[in-house]
T-cell receptor, first 115, second 111 residues
Framework: DVKVTQSSRYLVKRTGEKVFLECVQDMDHENMFWYRQDPGLGLRLIYFSYDVKMKEKGDIPEGYSVSREKKERFSLILESASTNQTSMYLC??????????????FGDGTRLSIL | QKEVEQDPGPLSVPEGAIVSLNCTYSNSAFQYFMWYRQYSRKGPELLMYTYSSGNKEDGRFTAQVDKSSKYISLFIRDSQPSDSATYLCAMIIGGYNKLIFGAGTRLAVHP
């Protein structure tokens, strides 16, 4: 079974802090993704990565950055946290299987509150 | 118009009922279709994955895709209280691996 592990289930931070959310997958997947999920807005893609040291902006990258130094680990960084970044953050990974898109597998999420 | 439309519910059914969950989409380029189940305070869990029109069955779950009508469905037979969750449809344009999600339908199965 695919295991995507997010380092924290719940996190409380203050406005202006730099926040790191960590995600690790154990299935040697090439692709990794960060989403946020908000009531009424659904899941929105923040950033994704197809390979180590590679990143692509998703639909809502403003205020975020990412880091992928190792294949199994994908970090989301809130450069200067703001209250509108209070949300559920979900990490996902998927396999590159030439020519056929593979489904994404999700972690259990980090519920982040910015005070 | 959203690319993927899904009725948010809530949908409330008695235990043992057949549940039908649906999504419509507007982009004919979508090729791969998924259903995820999400329990409260957990991440989405993959239930079904298909890339062709027709039916795919897995236990009590059947996924149906009609590309000509741009319509996908998930059927749950003999529904159980443990099926109470939010069900998200998702789809991908081939080669991009960027999932487009529906809003999710909240399902409650009562004993």
């Amino acid at each position: 079974d695919v295991k995507v592990t997010q380092s924290s289930r719940y996190l409380v931070k203050r406005t202006g802090e730099k926040v790191f959310l960590e995600c690790v997958q154990d299935m040697d997947h090439e692709n990794m993704f960060w989403y946020r999920q908000d009531p009424g807005l659904g899941l929105r893609l923040i950033y994704f990565s197809y390979d180590v040291k590679m990143k692509e902006k998703g639909d809502i990258p403003e205020g975020y950055s990412v880091s992928r130094e190792k294949k199994e680990r994908f970090s989301l960084i809130l450069e200067s946290a703001s209250t509108n970044q209070t949300s559920m953050y979900l990490c996902a990974s998927s396999l590159n299987k030439g020519g056929k898109d593979q489904p994404q597998h999700f972690g259990d999420g980090t519920r982040l509150s910015i005070l | 118009q959203k690319e993927v439309e899904q009725d948010p519910g809530p949908l409330s059914v008695p235990e043992g009922a057949i549940v039908s969950l649906n999504c419509t989409y507007s982009n004919s380029a979508f090729q791969y279709f998924m259903w995820y189940r999400q329990y409260s305070r957990k991440g989405p869990e993959l239930l079904m994955y298909t890339y062709s029109s027709g039916n795919k069955e897995d236990g009590r779950f059947t996924a149906q895709v009609d590309k000509s009508s741009k319509y996908i469905s998930l059927f749950i037979r003999d529904s159980q209280p443990s099926d109470s969750a939010t069900y998200l449809c998702a789809m991908i344009i081939g080669g991009y691996n960027k999932l487009i999600f529906g809003a999710g339908t909240r399902l409650a199965v009562h004993p």
